[in-house]
């Protein structure tokens, strides 16, 4: 199937409304977490760095309203910090991950390296993810 028949089956309304919401509250500390370990960076921009990477389908995934709580239960936790600098003549407030912050990512990632191979999550991840091949709707499988 090319790409442009794939755009046009998408339902977007239910993707934006059910399952990336529910996707992002799924893995948004982790996601968070991963996305300042690359980079010391603000608030907003972590709010659109999430929000651009669904633009193509003309959804706002995340507000402020659901970022900076996690922002600051990370930082509670001791897996972030957070520094006030001046971005031009306006104060913002940078994260930046902790040491304690890496080795719960490291440790993340290895949990789920360790996982046996026919485990069912790696096996969803793997069908996913990497997988090719599109699902097939077999008559009488409810």
Do not use: C
């Amino acid at each position: 199937m090319v790409e442009e028949d794939f755009q046009k089956d998408i339902d977007y309304q239910f993707l934006e409304t059910k399952f990336l919401h529910s996707l992002m509250k799924g893995v948004r500390n982790i996601f968070l977490l991963w996305l300042i370990s690359q980079e010391k960076i603000h608030g907003y921009a972590i709010i659109s760095k999430i929000n651009e990477i669904y633009s193509n389908m003309g959804v706002k995934v995340v507000h402020g309203s659901t970022i900076y709580p996690i922002l600051h239960s990370l930082e509670k936790d001791g897996l972030i910090v957070s520094s006030e600098e001046y971005n031009g003549n306006h104060k913002v407030k940078m994260y930046e991950i902790t040491e304690r912050g890496i080795i719960t990512l490291n440790s993340i990632k290895k949990f789920i390296k360790q996982r046996p191979s026919n485990d069912t999550l790696i096996t969803y991840f793997d069908d996913m993810l990497f997988n090719d091949r599109e699902f097939i709707f077999k008559e009488g499988v409810r």
